[in-house]
Each structure stands twice: as structure tokens, then as C-alpha cells.
């Protein structure tokens, strides 16, 4: 029998303390879930939802939970996170819908050029679809966390564009999926898919003439210093999607997954809108303060835009394949109830 020394026993007896104390504290260690968004900082996407989401994240999960954020792109351009989020390389995001359609095409559809007559009647249709996009997502292992807003999209460019035949044979920024690249090419434009990210640098190189996107982006990232004109023709409005790897959600203690789950029950989709919508008529102001152009088409001009997309929505839901066409069905549907409801 080997007797230890009393100097030997001590020593054993503070390593033993100190191996307690490391385990306890990695047991204390947040579980910590990487966020990415294409949004710059001084956007509502950021702040200040992204940061009332971390905060309230760790107040419902008592710190074990910690939402680690990288914005305005520090993981790269939407298109390619999104893509990593579904691969697991990236725990969890905020994107726009035409983002979301490159794992999931059908989604795209929402976008539809002119397919609500009102912002109410698109919250509606979309709600209503909400276990049918968490049940495509899932196929492609993506969590659905909640609908968010991007916001109105108008063109911009360097100058006033009123009515369709103002864009033909432009060169367009593209998002990147089939119902943006049919909207441009219908329109008589040449589509060409540009991240977010690249679309200012892309018109000062003169890759691309004219981009539809929101006010909440196009302030706030500086692309209105070289796109300086906003012509108010209101393509769509855009819904915008939180997501999280499902593997990774799945994986989470239950404690953990119903915290995160409370977290998000905290805000609604409707309070997460109104935040985005009431940000964009103070930035309009803000660009006409600046020096920036916002060129308004009249209801007659409006409805020359309507009267050449409409009539292609049929080839878009083709176009985009999958199941879009019981996906379009759906929305129909949808929409049909939502307008007999108001």
C-alpha cells in the first residue's frame, strides 16, 4: 500500500477543488447560438430587434442560453447564409424572403409583383401560410422561428422610372430566384443576380442599372449614394423570416428550446412589421432631406406596372416548379378567406 504524504494529499485534494470548479463552470457556460443578418447595424432588423431578441433570450433561458450576433454580412451575403444555416454551419438568421426561396423556391411566390391589394390582406395570406412554409423548411432542415418584415419594394437608380417602359432593356440587380428574374425580364429588363451586399459596388462599376429593393436597406447601407432616385412603385411588399438549423434546435435541452421558444413568443410578427413600416416613412424623409429624389408614379402610371405583371403570374409559379403550383393554390386560398374576414 502506497501512504501519501500529507504535502501529497493536500495538493491531491486542490486539484480535485480545482477540477469541481472548471467542471462547474463549463457547466455555468451559455450554450451559445451564432445569428447572422445582412442588415447594417443602424437598421430596425438590428436595433432594435436583433438586440431585444439576444437580451430576451437570455432572460428567459437564465444565461444558458446567448444569441451571438454577426451583422451586416460579416458571414458573408444572405444567399450564401441562408444556405450555411441549413447546412449547420451557421446556427440561426434573419432573411428575406427571396433569400429563404433559394432552399425553399415555393417561397419566392410571396413576392409575387402586385398579388395584394393591401398590407393587410398579405399579413393575413401569410400567417395563414405559415405551417405550410414551416413544413417545406423542415424538409430541407430548417426550423421556422417567425415572420419578420423587410419592407416595401420600390426601383431605384439614377434617375426617375414611372412606368415599364422606363426599365426596358436596363441592366437589373437581381434577387436570386426565378420570380425576380421572370418580374425583370417581363418588364423588358436584362436580370442579372447580385447580392445585397455587391448592388452599390455594382452600380458604380455600371454592372446594373436599376435594383428594386426597401427604403429600411437602401438608406441605411449607403446604396442611395449611388442609386440617388427612389421611384415609390411599391412591387411587392416582402415578408422577412427567422430561421434556425433544425439539427441544432433539435439537439438543445428542452429547457433550452422552450426558452428560445418563449423568447420569440415575446414579440409578435405584427409588433416586428409595424417596427420596420414605421421606420420606413422616416427614412423617406431623411433621403429628400440629404439630397436624394423620391419620384412618386401616378395611380394611372401604377396600374401600367400592374397591368404587365399580373397577367404573369401564372408563369412565374411554373417557372419556379416544385410545388408551387399547390403552393400558389394555397395562397389562393388563403387569400380568399383572409378577405372575407375584413
Known amino acids: 500500500m502506497v ?107 410571396l413576392g409575387l409583383p402586385f398579388y395584394f391589394k393591401n398590407i393587410a390582406e398579405q399579413d393575413c395570406t401569410v400567417d395563414a401560410m405559415t ?15 417567425g415572420w419578420t418584415e423587410v419592407g ?57 442599372d436599376i435594383n428594386s429593393t426597401v427604403v429600411t436597406f437602401y438608406l441605411p447601407s449607403g446604396l442611395a449614394k449611388v442609386a440617388p432616385v427612389l421611384s415609390r412603385v411599391e412591387l411587392s411588399d416582402a415578408p422577412g423570416i427567422i430561421l434556425m438549423n433544425k439539427a441544432a434546435y433539435d439537439k438543445l ?20 412589421r409595424q417596427e420596420i413600416r414605421g421606420f420606413e416613412a422616416t427614412l423617406r424623409d431623411m433621403h429628400v432631406k440629404a439630397g436624394g429624389t423620391i419620384a412618386t408614379p401616378t395611380p394611372e402610371q401604377r396600374e401600367e406596372w400592374r397591368k404587365v405583371l399580373q397577367p404573369v403570374w401564372p408563369k412565374m409559379v411554373q417557372e419556379v416548379g416544385g410545388e408551387a403550383q399547390n403552393f400558389y393554390k394555397q395562397m389562393e386560398a388563403a387569400r380568399a378567406s383572409c378577405d372575407k374576414k375584413s
Open 3 to 109: 501512504r501519501m504524504t500529507a504535502a501529497a494529499v493536500a495538493a491531491t485534494a486542490a486539484l480535485a477543488l480545482a477540477l469541481t470548479g472548471a467542471a462547474t463552470a463549463q457547466d455555468k457556460k451559455a450554450t451559445e447560438l451564432r445569428y447572422t443578418t445582412g442588415a447594417p447595424e443602424k437598421t430596425p432588423w438590428v436595433t432594435p430587434q436583433l438586440r431585444r431578441f439576444e437580451q430576451d433570450v437570455a432572460e428567459e433561458s437564465g444565461g444558458k442560453l446567448k444569441i451571438s450576433s454577426f451583422v451586416n454580412a460579416q458571414l458573408g451575403n444572405e444567399q450564401d447564409t441562408v444556405q450555411q444555416v441549413a447546412r449547420g454551419r451557421i446556427d440561426m438568421g434573419g432573411f428575406s424572403n427571396g433569400a429563404v426561396a433559394l432552399i425553399v423556391p415555393e417561397l419566392s411566390l
Open 131 to 145: 405551417k405550410t412554409v414551416s413544413d417545406l423548411l423542415a424538409k430541407k432542415g430548417v426550423k421556422f422561428l
Open 152 to 208: 416595401t419594394a420600390d426601383i431605384v437608380g439614377k434617375k426617375p422610372y414611372l412606368v415599364p417602359a422606363d426599365v426596358k432593356g436596363l441592366k437589373a440587380a437581381s434577387a436570386s430566384n426565378k420570380v425576380s428574374a421572370a418580374m425583370w425580364s417581363t418588364l423588358g429588363a436584362n436580370p442579372t443576380p447580385i447580392g445585397i451586399t455587391e448592388i452599390a459596388s455594382a452600380f458604380q462599376t455600371g454592372l446594373t
Open 253 to 272: 435541452p428542452a429547457a433550452e428550446r422552450a426558452a428560445l421558444d418563449k423568447a420569440l413568443a415575446r414579440r409578435s410578427a405584427t409588433q416586428l
